[in-house]
């Protein structure tokens, strides 16, 4: 029966959401500016429906369907991110919100690096995917960071908004990720100082080239000792 771990970045700590949460996640989502660009917040966001909503998160984890975490700052709420699987299991959906006075500080990319390391981690997923409306460019540059390339765009109306909006699909395929964490990558992933997974950031990185040449060193040590013999 998989949990909902904590995971820890460079600046933020993840963790499961209690029904002590709900009043501010009411307070940072009642904001028309993060409502309006997703296509599940309620506007007027309740503290009943934050209940309602954190109260789901533990028998979709339980069933590995769905991972939600409260993305803390200083042991502060900020936002929220969640992995869930989509029609079909092999995919990911990726969904996040960051409270506004904390925007553009690179916490929803950073989060993202966190829990898309995590999703694919669980061995279950083929590829992660997000989508935003055309209207949130900024949604679109936190996929583009994360690695993420551009699938297609499609128009949908969402009745919870009564509106339709063009939306940009985005992908992340486990092979792109895996090259994502490659050693000395010098690429935007990696320089942040995410979450590349311990056995990357612990190992000592030998170089081929090193490996080659201490292997030409012992065969001249050895012929050496051969025409000494
Ligand atoms: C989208 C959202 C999660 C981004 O959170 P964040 O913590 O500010 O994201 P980051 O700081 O990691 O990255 C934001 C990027 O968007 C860029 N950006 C911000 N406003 C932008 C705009 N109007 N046009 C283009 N890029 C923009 C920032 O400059 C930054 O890119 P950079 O690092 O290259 O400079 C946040 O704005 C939000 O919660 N919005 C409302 C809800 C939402 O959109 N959820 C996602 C639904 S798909």
Known sequence: MPDIPTLT???????????????RVCELANDRRIADMTAVIPHPYLEDAAEAWIALHAPAAAEGKEF?????LNAALIGVIAVGDAQDPAVGVLGYWIGVPYWNNGFATE??????????????YTRVIADHFSINPASGRVMQKLGMSYQRTTHKHFPIRNRSHDVIHYALTREQ????HTPNLTGVYNTFGGCIPETHENEPQTDRTDQTESFLIACLICLICLWLI
């Open 111 to 124: 989060a993202g690096r966190a829990v898309i390391d995590f999703a694919f981690g669980m061995g279950r």
């Open 68 to 72: 939600t975490f409260a993305i803390t």
């Open 177 to 180: 990720w895996l090259a994502l």
């Open 9 to 23: 970045t460079a600046r933020l700590i993840l963790r499961s959401f209690t029904l002590a949460d709900a009043a």
